[in-house]
């Protein structure tokens, strides 16, 4: 994997109402789980997934769209692709975690996300 410059996470980067309830079903379908990376698309779909102390996932990717049965059909072609993502953030469970550790995990998790614009 190509390393990346990564531009610091402002304190924007926090999920939203409707995508707590998700982060929190995760979360709770992950015990090893110590936050869950969240993944937004211009498209308006969302990627998250569950990562344990060491940046691995903890769980499947989920895929979803607010108020839709299913992600749209751009998604289901290119899965999301990396040029569409707009935002990508964890939301971390354990705000007790080492600042080093949640950088370094990030780096390791969000690394290769495109500048933010
Ligand atoms: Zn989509």
């Known amino acids: 994997m190509k390393k990346q410059k990564v531009a610091p996470l402002d304190n924007k980067s926090r999920a939203l109402k409707s995508e707590l ?3 929190a079903g995760i979360m709770e379908g992950s015990p090893d789980a110590i936050g869950v990376a969240v993944v ?6 969302r ?3 569950a990562l344990d102390k060491k940046g691995d996932p903890a769980s499947k990717v ?3 769209r607010d108020g839709a049965d299913s992600i749209c059909a751009k998604c289901k072609e290119d899965n999301g692709a ?3 993502v707009t935002e990508a953030f964890i939301d971390w469970d354990k705000e007790d ?7 370094e995990i990030e780096i390791k998790v969000l690394g290769s996300q495109p500048p933010t614009q």
């Open 47 to 49: 990627k998250m997934a």
């Open 62 to 64: 989920v895929a979803y």
């Open 97 to 103: 975690l080492d600042e080093a550790v949640k950088r």
């Open 82 to 84: 990396f040029h569409r």
């Open 40 to 45: 937004r698309l211009e498209c308006g779909c």
């Open 21 to 23: 309830a998700m982060i």
